[in-house]
């Protein structure tokens, strides 16, 4: 049977874009939904700044209960600095992502940086935590809210300076959903041939319902892993238009059917996502109308 791994970064990106702040034991049952449901690796939240974004301020929490909980699980966490990583160390996180945006301008929005400071940064984080893992996230590779369609030779040029910073992998991230099948093709092409040494994963947004269609082309062409939200929750804060993810129970619910073995528990996720929805008011992918009607286990 084909494999594929799913990671489930709704915990990080779906809690973000929720503006009130939800509670720290309801976020900890979604999560709990989540690995009952099978998820192996989880995006716990983010060691951001709480004037960026306050929803995040109980990280240092999360990690804790998710890391004793949960020992078997692959937990990682978004980071924008060093500040961050030192934060997810002391937390006893082991993986973490960095976060660059290929457009310069949605760089500076988000981190408040230019390329060759998160650059220098990244490389601090390398050289002061050895054995920390860490899975860079490309942001606006597709399209940026600022300065539009991304071109593929300066995602090049960046994967190329942080290929010199010691980084081997990657998520390439559709920030605000302008991806469509043929450009993730280019993409994935482009980047496996000037990079072979490295991995690449795929986290997609749905804003035109193409969600489920760049995730799966992302499949075909080796991505090493694909991102998606439970319930399509989703967005960043400073991405003017972004919304929610490609929903890890739709592409779970397709994947199963497309004969590859993803080890979810359908009718689990689908009452996590179901629970997630009835209690934060956030951006969702397009799907969600349909919760309430799949409710029928047509997976085995
Ligand atoms: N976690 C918690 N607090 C942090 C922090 C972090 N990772 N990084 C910085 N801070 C605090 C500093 O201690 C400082 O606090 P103070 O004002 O009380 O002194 C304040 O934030 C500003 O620090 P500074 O390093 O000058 O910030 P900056 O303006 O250079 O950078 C970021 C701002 C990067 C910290 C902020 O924009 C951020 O956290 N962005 C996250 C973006 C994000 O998560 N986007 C969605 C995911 S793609
Ligand atoms: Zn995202």
Request: aromatic share 8%.
């Given at each position: 049977m084909k494999k594929i791994e799913i990671v489930e970064i709704g915990p990080r990106d779906g809690f973000q874009s929720v503006k009130e702040f939800i509670p720290t034991e309801v976020k900890l049952d979604v999560i709990d939904g989540l690995v009952r449901a099978g998820?192996?690796?989880?995006?716990?939240?983010s060691f951001v700044s709480p004037k960026a974004?306050?929803?995040?301020?109980?990280a240092g929490e999360i990690c804790r209960v998710v890391r004793e909980k949960y020992p078997q699980t692959a937990w990682f966490v978004l980071i924008p600095n060093f500040y961050g990583a030192k934060a997810a160390v002391e937390a006893g996180i082991q993986e973490v992502s960095p976060v660059v945006s290929l457009s310069v301008s949605h760089n500076k929005a988000n981190v408040n940086r230019t390329h060759e400071e998160s650059i220098e940064e990244i490389k601090k984080i390398r050289g002061e935590f050895p054995d920390l893992q860490i899975t860079l996230d490309v942001a606006t590779v597709f399209g940026c809210p600022f300065e539009g369609r991304m071109a593929v030779p300066p995602l090049i040029d960046l994967l190329g300076k942080l290929h010199g910073s010691g980084i081997r992998a990657f998520t390439l991230c559709d920030t605000i959903g302008v991806a469509y099948p043929n450009q993730v093709r280019a993409v994935m092409e482009a980047v496996q041939k000037a990079f072979s040494d490295c991995v690449f994963n795929l986290h997609i947004h749905d804003t035109r319902n193409m969600g489920i269609i760049n995730t799966y082309e992302g499949v075909k062409c080796g991505a090493a892993s694909v991102q998606t939200s439970v319930a399509g929750l989703g967005g960043c804060?400073?991405?003017?238009?972004a919304s929610g993810n490609t929903s890890t129970e739709d592409f779970a619910y397709m994947m199963a059917q497309e004969?590859?073995?993803?080890?979810?528990?359908f009718p689990i996720l689908l009452e996590t996502a179901k629970k997630l929805h009835g209690c934060a008011q956030g951006s969702y992918s397009g799907?969600?109308?349909?919760i309430n009607a799949a409710h029928q286990d047509f997976t085995r």
């Amino acid at each position: 049977m084909k494999k594929i791994e799913i990671v489930e970064i709704g915990p990080r990106d779906g809690f973000q874009s929720v503006k009130e702040f939800i509670p720290t034991e309801v976020k900890l049952d979604v999560i709990d939904g989540l690995v009952r449901a099978g998820l192996k690796k989880i995006e716990a939240t983010s060691f951001v700044s709480p004037k960026a974004i306050a929803q995040m301020r109980d990280a240092g929490e999360i990690c804790r209960v998710v890391r004793e909980k949960y020992p078997q699980t692959a937990w990682f966490v978004l980071i924008p600095n060093f500040y961050g990583a030192k934060a997810a160390v002391e937390a006893g996180i082991q993986e973490v992502s960095p976060v660059v945006s290929l457009s310069v301008s949605h760089n500076k929005a988000n981190v408040n940086r230019t390329h060759e400071e998160s650059i220098e940064e990244i490389k601090k984080i390398r050289g002061e935590f050895p054995d920390l893992q860490i899975t860079l996230d490309v942001a606006t590779v597709f399209g940026c809210p600022f300065e539009g369609r991304m071109a593929v030779p300066p995602l090049i040029d960046l994967l190329g300076k942080l290929h010199g910073s010691g980084i081997r992998a990657f998520t390439l991230c559709d920030t605000i959903g302008v991806a469509y099948p043929n450009q993730v093709r280019a993409v994935m092409e482009a980047v496996q041939k000037a990079f072979s040494d490295c991995v690449f994963n795929l986290h997609i947004h749905d804003t035109r319902n193409m969600g489920i269609i760049n995730t799966y082309e992302g499949v075909k062409c080796g991505a090493a892993s694909v991102q998606t939200s439970v319930a399509g929750l989703g967005g960043c804060p400073f991405a003017p238009g972004a919304s929610g993810n490609t929903s890890t129970e739709d592409f779970a619910y397709m994947m199963a059917q497309e004969g590859y073995e993803t080890g979810i528990d359908f009718p689990i996720l689908l009452e996590t996502a179901k629970k997630l929805h009835g209690c934060a008011q956030g951006s969702y992918s397009g799907h969600h109308i349909h919760i309430n009607a799949a409710h029928q286990d047509f997976t085995r």
